[in-house]
T-cell receptor
Framework: DTGVSQNPRHKITKRGQNVTFRCDPI?????LYWYRQTLGQGPEFLTY????????KSRLLSDRFSAERPKGSFSTLEIQRTEQGDSAMYLC???????????FGPGTRLTVL | GIQVEQSPPDLILQEGANSTLRCNFS?????LQWFHQNPWGQLINLFY???GTKQNGRLSATTVATERYSLLYISSSQTTDSGVYFC????????????FGKGTSLLVTP
């Protein structure tokens, strides 16, 4: 399978806990994006990386959200001190620099109790 | 900020019917993509179409960038076409983020 992969697919956590999601992009893609999707809405952009550099992070929802891509390959998105309002689908996408067509992974569905 | 408006919000079709979905956007864009989100939440790429017309089987799309709209045509619809269709745009000089509309929810009945 050469598509974007995300783990875990589902995460249930209690309010106040920290969670971390992983995204593995398509292997030849050097841009990686994180989005959040709530029920009935389109995905909302959070942040993106080109190689290991995080080039846009002003749209992360709060300082409880952080993302890393330490070696320019996979990326992690961490949410600290989760709140019920963080319940959503978290989507990862990747693209090449030559053609910015973005391809999405299957998402991680987070439920905060 | 940029407005991406999709219409209609909901659509019910009988199998075999044709439909046109519309996406209007408020600023100049570098990129426009159409996606189909299946019932499991997976976004499936349909078209990468910043301008012009493309066809893929029963689907085709047209983007008129100067008039800031795009159209997605579905012909001879099938029940497997059901789901939500999203238009997403990348603004000129604003990074590579895709800005999504709220989608068109399509139900194709047998």
């Amino acid at each position: 399978d050469t598509g974007v992969s995300q783990n875990p697919r589902h995460k249930i956590t209690k309010r106040g806990q920290n969670v971390t999601f992983r995204c593995d992009p398509i292997s030849e893609h050097n841009r990686l994006y994180w989005y959040r999707q709530t029920l009935g809405q389109g995905p909302e952009f959070l942040t993106y990386f080109q190689n290991e550099a995080q080039l846009e992070k002003s749209r992360l929802l709060s300082d409880r959200f952080s993302a890393e891509r330490p070696k320019g390959s996979f990326s992690t998105l961490e949410i600290q001190r989760t709140e019920q309002g963080d319940s959503a689908m978290y989507l990862c996408a990747s693209s090449s620099t030559r053609f910015n067509e973005q391809f999405f992974g299957p998402g991680t569905r987070l439920t905060v109790l | 900020g940029i407005q991406v408006e999709q219409s209609p919000p909901d659509l019910i079709l009988q199998e075999g019917a044709n439909s046109t979905l519309r996406c209007n956007f408020s600023d100049s864009v570098n990129n426009l993509q159409w996606f189909h989100q299946n019932p499991w939440g997976q976004l499936i790429n349909l078209f990468y179409i910043p301008s012009g017309t493309k066809q893929n089987g029963r689907l085709s799309a047209t983007t008129v960038a100067t008039e800031r709209y795009s159209l997605l045509y579905i012909s001879s619809s099938q029940t497997t076409d059901s789901g939500v269709y999203f238009c997403a745009v990348e603004l000129v000089n604003s990074g590579y983020a895709l800005n999504f509309g709220k989608g068109t929810s399509l139900l194709v009945t047998p």
